[in-house]
């Protein structure tokens, strides 16, 4: 689905971004990736936290192209403009962490215990470096929006 097919839909809305609201999203994805290697937290809990890391990459994505989601299915929403942003090499990635909304959602809302460590130590993997990637992707676009 397009960008232009979500703005159409009210799904995302024009929304014009600051260097400091970016400095404070990566803070917040810093955090989240810290306490995502907490071996003391659940599976469910770090894999939780790692996936909120992912989206808030995502949302820093759509805030630079001029957008912000609105209302509800968000999370969905931000992966799915993710494929509109970037080249259909990182599709997969965004698949992947739109896989793992699923799972946060049934580790959140249906019950405990479903996420093994291994599947907390690949998302943590893949946030990482699609962390170095969103950053070098500002600095190459969108200079002015980063420290």
């Known amino acids: 689905m ?37 071996i003391q ?7 939780a936290t790692a996936y909120n890391a ?8 759509l805030y630079c192209k001029g957008y912000k989601t609105k209302g509800i299915g968000h999370h969905f929403i931000i992966f799915q403009a993710m494929k509109e942003i970037l080249d259909k090499e990182h599709h997969s990635l965004a698949d992947y962490f ?5 799972k946060r959602n049934i580790s959140d809302y249906t019950g405990a215990g479903n996420v093994s460590d291994a599947e907390v130590d690949e998302i943590i993997k893949e946030v990482e470096s699609f962390y170095d990637f969103v950053i070098s992707w500002i600095k190459k676009n969108y200079p002015g929006l980063i420290k």
Do not use: P, V, Y
Request: net charge positive; hydrophobic share 35%; proline share 0%.
């Open 98 to 102: 739109d896989s793992c909304r699923t």
């Open 54 to 61: 992912a989206l808030q990459l995502g949302t820093i994505l």
């Open 41 to 47: 937290l659940s599976a469910d809990r770090r894999f």
């Open 2 to 38: 397009s960008l232009k097919q979500l703005l159409d839909q009210n799904r995302i809305i024009h929304h014009t971004t600051s260097k400091q609201e970016i400095s404070n999203l990566f803070e917040l994805i810093r955090r989240d990736l810290n306490d995502a290697k907490i």
